[in-house]
């Protein structure tokens, strides 16, 4: 009887290593999914994304009101703002250290928040009398689509995201091409909740895809790593904000009654550009290109010609119109694959690089889009100065261009060139002082970062190798990286050596 009991025990003990490396190799299979499958991995963003201009552009997304409503109209401005605040006090409160990701429940209780917040906006025009319920429903629902934009930043930052056109740009632009095409075959009746479907089909994913990456994060560079880049990543910003603010300016003073398409117009230019995205993605394929930031010279020049069309001749309205709205949402991928390719080299944390791609491209398309409703509120005045303040425009443009163009190579290196090797001096310097390492602790560091193992550091220090292990650890401590492989490529400032 008690051998009998042994090899029954012996037997289940069997099963249970089976069951637990079924569900090791269950884990491997997702973590190994989710990091070489770009279409898992950013399907859940760019539903998030692509959320955005299905709630705003589908013409039968508000039940019973019509798109272009001044209602409507109104709660879109308020709600970039609301996008741009939350996403910057987010960033702001966070800090360097602190992330949104460590409280479990926060990705289910905002996607539920957003989901009914969405369900209101849709349907606010329609059930409330007063508008200001509107905009203030539309303000938090802004609000909200901040922090899950973050929440997004922080799974992509720890699932090493790459952040390059062939990956995010292909993925984004057929999950929008899909969702718009889609949202204008819906019935008026249930085209308003198809939004907030989207939603929760991003919260769902982010909800699953969080469970399968581990909690770490990229160690982030020292504070003067970031200073030294920041008057670059401020022309990037400034040249975003303006060529988002003429591109809006001119979508929205255009006519667009006497276009064929009429409301259909305005998800037909995002179509087009999320056309454009995927044709850029097939083509950035063949160099292996890793940014679109070498676009945005193209898109500024694409802004140019759209305001001379206008300037030209009324018949050039709608291509005007299509070119204006498609570049804004290039724009907007262009920012997030940049910074976000910084992010992963630890330029800025998941808040922050966020925060610097949604607040620039919104903020300004609501300046742009307020801009021209200024001017249609006076029409005698607009019909006017609408010309003048074209070509004012268009000096911007060109004058932006010229700083683009300049500032092209050293933005793209950021991301792309080899750290030098006295630039690797640099950075260990500015790593003594950050994480206030000792004179002997700085000696190995600077060592480590020539490639010298442990016994060629204890014979060039004349130590044991067990001091220099030991010493090794301390900077491990010091600076939160585990792996020798992790500290050599934080002193290279993360950058592809390819």
């Not at 051998?3 to 190799?25: F, I, K, M, W």
């Not at 629902?141 to 062939?166: D, H, N, P, Q, T």
């Not at 259909?264 to 097939?282: C, E, H, K, P, Y």
Request: hydrophobic share 50%.
């Amino acid at each position: 009887m008690k051998e009998a009991e042994e090899r029954a025990l012996d037997h289940a003990g069997e099963h249970e290593v089976e069951a637990s490396s079924a569900t090791h190799l269950a884990e491997r299979i997702i973590a190994k999914s989710d990091n070489s499958n770009p279409v898992v991995k950013y399907l859940g963003f760019s539903l998030l994304l692509t959320y955005h201009y299905v709630l705003w552009f589908e013409p039968n997304s508000f039940f019973s009101t019509a798109l272009l409503s001044f209602n409507v109209t109104s709660m879109w401005l308020v709600n970039l703002i609301g996008t741009s605040i939350g996403v910057g006090v987010i960033a702001a409160i966070l800090g360097r250290k602190r992330h949104l990701s460590n409280r479990a429940a926060l990705p289910y209780a905002t996607t539920a928040i957003l989901v009914i917040l969405t369900l209101l906006v849709t349907y606010s025009p329609f059930f409330f009398s007063s508008e200001l319920v509107g905009l203030v429903i539309s303000f938090v629902a802004g609000a909200v689509e901040g922090v899950m934009w973050v929440l997004w930043g922080e799974y992509l930052v720890r699932a090493k995201a790459k952040f390059s056109v062939i990956h995010i740009g292909a993925v984004f632009g057929c999950t929008m091409l899909m969702n718009l095409v889609l949202g204008t075959m819906l019935p008026p009746v249930i085209a308003p909740f198809f939004p907030a479907l989207l939603v929760a089909a991003s919260g769902i994913i982010l909800v699953v895809q969080n469970r399968s990456v581990a909690e770490k994060y990229p160690q982030l560079l020292p504070h003067t790593a970031m200073e030294k880049v920041s008057r670059n990543i401020l022309t990037v910003c400034l040249i975003a904000f303006v060529t988002s603010t003429a591109c809006y300016f001119l979508v929205a003073i255009i006519p667009w009654e006497p276009f064929p398409t009429g409301e259909l117009s305005f998800t037909i230019g995002v179509i087009v550009g999320a056309g454009i995205i995927i044709a850029v993605s097939a083509l950035a394929a063949v160099p292996k290109k890793k940014t679109l930031f070498d676009l945005l010279p193209y898109l500024i020049v694409l802004t140019i010609v759209a305001y001379a069309l206008f300037l030209s001749d009324t018949q050039w309205n709608f291509a005007s119109f299509l070119l204006a709205t498609c570049v804004s949402s290039l724009l907007e991928l262009s920012l997030i694959m940049y910074f976000g390719s910084l992010m992963q080299k630890g330029y800025f944390p998941p808040a922050l690089t966020f925060a610097l791609a949604v607040v620039p491209i919104r903020l300004g398309i609501a300046l742009g889009n307020g801009w021209a409703l200024n001017y249609e509120a006076y029409p005698a005045v607009s019909a006017s100065i609408t010309p003048e303040t074209a070509l004012v425009f268009i000096c911007l443009l060109a004058i932006i261009l010229v700083p683009t163009s300049k500032r092209e190579q050293q933005i793209v290196e950021l991301t792309t060139a080899p750290a030098a090797p006295m630039e690797v001096d640099v950075v260990c310097r500015e790593m003594i002082e950050e994480f206030g390492l000792s004179e002997r602790e700085g000696k190995i560091l600077r060592l480590i970062a020539r490639g010298k193992t442990a016994n060629a550091i204890a014979e060039k220090l004349v130590i044991s190798p067990h001091t220099v292990n030991t010493h090794i650890r301390h900077i491990y401590d010091k600076t939160q990286i585990r792996k020798r492989g992790e500290l050599i490529d934080y002193i290279n400032l993360r950058r592809d050596e390819k």
